[in-house]
């Protein structure tokens, strides 16, 4: 079985979080106590140098518990409205919890073309990799408000991955409600837990179920969709359960995850997959100082 890497292994470390982690579907609010723990875990893992980002769901999630909306789907527009409301407290909550922490939080909204269209491809990732470089942490989410069934990612684990390829960082942690890939339906007495998938084949695929929660527009499905995008670019990714304080401490101390290994150099590969993937306007054309500016 190959090498289980460790957290400690990686310099570019992208986070996802989900609606149903920072969300108490019950009350209606944040969940306080844990997020100030994931917060923590961020900030010693960017006081050793590392660069940390985050991929955070939960917009309309709070904007429907502060505008008090019934449960159940949402048409198009009141999910817009309820994000618009949702973003401002969510971004204001990860402002505080990393600035106790004197680590300055930055929101970028994203919407499918920011990632998929080189001119916007190459702005987005500008802007992040300067918020790197000022040592604060990014903390990306779709732009639910603008983004419409036909033009958007649907679920955060494919934008992480997206992001993570895009800043080509060498390790995605996707946060769930289990830890990790199981060969069957957790819910079987005898389901067993994959610790280390080396490649993902379409046996792996097929262990993959769907999300239970609520708010969550993803389940294992989309993760190992998340896991093909990440590795194909030289990512490495693992999924962990966030359903536990410290998360990431979880993890470095080996608590139970699923691991997707890549193969790829992660600069080689996200050449590659800038040529291949992104659909701007008109024809691709890539020449030698294309090439170079995506260095």
Known sequence: MPKTPSLKDFRRIVVKVGSSLLVDSAAGRLNGDWLTSLAADIAGLHQEKRDLLVVSSGAIALGRAVLKLPAGPLK??????????????????????????????????????????????LNARSTIDKLLEWRAVPVINENDTVATSEIRYGDNDRLAARVATMVSADLLVLL?????????????GDAKLV?????????IEAMAGASESQFARGGMLTKIEAGKIATTAGTHMVIASGRVPHPLQAIVQGAPCTWFLTPA???TARKKWIAGSLEPRGALIIDAGAVKALR
């Not at 909550?93 to 269209?117: K, N, P, R």
């Not at 769930?176 to 079987?188: I, R």
């Not at 610790?195 to 046996?203: D, F, K, M, N």
Request: a negative charge; glycine letters at 8%; aromatic letters at 4%.
């Open 195 to 203: 610790p280390v998938v080396a490649r993902i084949t379409p046996q």
């Open 265 to 267: 150099n992660p600069v």
């Open 76 to 121: 198009l527009e009141d999910s817009q409205a309820a994000a618009a409301v949702g973003q401002i407290a969510l971004a204001r909550s990860w402002s505080e919890v990393l600035g106790a922490h004197a680590i300055t939080a930055g929101q970028v909204l994203v919407t499918l073309g920011d990632t998929e269209e080189r001119r916007r491809y």
């Open 176 to 188: 769930s409600d289990v830890d990790g890939l199981y060969d069957k339906p957790p819910s079987a």
